[in-house]
């Protein structure tokens, strides 16, 4: 897919105030710093067009950026920040929660997970409250440039495993780093694919 224009939108705190559910829409999720907002980044290829920064947390709001006129990418708040207080991470879930469920335009969740580690209860707790709830997810692992491709499938063979134990099947699983921009054409493959059904 070619991107040829890609804008940011809006910034939210409140689901009332999000843009109509018009256009397709694809959200990006996982732990804070696993590089959600990088990976926006790398697939429009707009250097700085989402915020990032080496420090946790720093995506606190819903952010929608309008892709071609004709879909979003919704860069969301990381989970699992430590430093955050347990009044912040109860709001972040019920935030989140009422986004994934009740954004009818939404039509698949990108959970990001860190290629250099071993699976992470966070994550796979995350993938199971969706698909406890149907919602649709693919599984997008971040930053394999920062290793080895060994270590990165490694780590990607014992996520689907973990995950084959609360799923018959597991969703797609693709490699990324948005250094290198490997997986980019597999990303945007895949929600070509979508938007044309
Ligand atoms: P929050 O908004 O805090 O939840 O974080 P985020 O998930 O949006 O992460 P962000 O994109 O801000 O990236 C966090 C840090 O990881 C930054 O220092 C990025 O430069 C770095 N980073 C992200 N993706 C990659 C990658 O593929 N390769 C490398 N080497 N660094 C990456
Ligand atoms: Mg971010």
Same mark, same amino acid.
């Given at each position: 897919?070619?991107?040829?224009?890609?804008?940011?939108?809006?910034s939210?705190?409140?689901?009332?105030?999000?843009?109509?559910?018009?256009?397709?829409?694809?959200?990006?999720?996982?732990?804070?710093?696993?590089?959600? &907002? /990088?990976?926006? %980044?790398?697939?429009?290829?707009? @250097?700085?067009?989402?915020?990032?920064?080496? =420090?946790?947390?720093?995506? !606190?709001?819903?952010?929608?950026?309008?892709?071609?006129?004709?879909?979003?990418?919704?860069?969301?708040?990381?989970?699992?920040?430590?430093? &955050? /207080?347990?009044? %912040?991470?109860v709001?972040?879930? @019920?935030?989140?929660?009422?986004?994934?469920? =009740?954004?009818e335009?939404? !039509?698949?969740?990108?959970?990001?997970?860190?290629?250099?580690?071993?699976?992470?209860?966070?994550?796979?707790?995350?993938?199971?409250?969706?698909?406890?709830?149907?919602?649709?997810?693919?599984?997008?692992?971040?930053?394999?440039?920062?290793?080895?491709?060994?270590?990165?499938? !490694?780590?990607?063979?014992?996520?689907k495993?973990?995950?084959?134990?609360?799923?018959?099947?597991?969703?797609?699983?693709?490699?990324?780093?948005?250094?290198?921009?490997?997986?980019?054409?597999?990303?945007?493959?895949?929600?070509?694919?979508?938007?044309?059904?």
């Amino acid at each position: 897919m070619i991107i040829k224009s890609a804008e940011f939108t809006v910034s939210n705190t409140q689901i009332s105030k999000l843009p109509p559910c018009v256009l397709p829409e694809y959200a990006f999720i996982g732990r804070s710093n696993v590089g959600k &907002s /990088s990976l926006i %980044n790398m697939l429009t290829e707009v @250097k700085g067009l989402a915020k990032t920064s080496q =420090k946790p947390g720093k995506t !606190q709001l819903i952010n929608h950026f309008l892709i071609n006129n004709e879909w979003y990418l919704v860069d969301l708040p990381g989970y699992g920040y430590a430093q &955050s /207080s347990k009044t %912040n991470r109860v709001q972040w879930a @019920k935030f989140i929660k009422n986004y994934l469920e =009740k954004r009818e335009s939404l !039509q698949c969740v990108f959970v990001l997970i860190d290629s250099r580690l071993p699976p992470q209860k966070i994550d796979v707790e995350f993938c199971c409250n969706l698909g406890e709830k149907g919602i649709p997810f693919i599984l997008v692992f971040t930053k394999s440039d920062k290793q080895g491709v060994v270590k990165s499938q !490694q780590n990607m063979a014992t996520f689907k495993k973990e995950l084959l134990k609360y799923f018959e099947d597991v969703p797609e699983m693709i490699l990324t780093s948005a250094e290198t921009k490997f997986g980019r054409e597999k990303v945007l493959g895949l929600i070509a694919e979508i938007n044309t059904h």
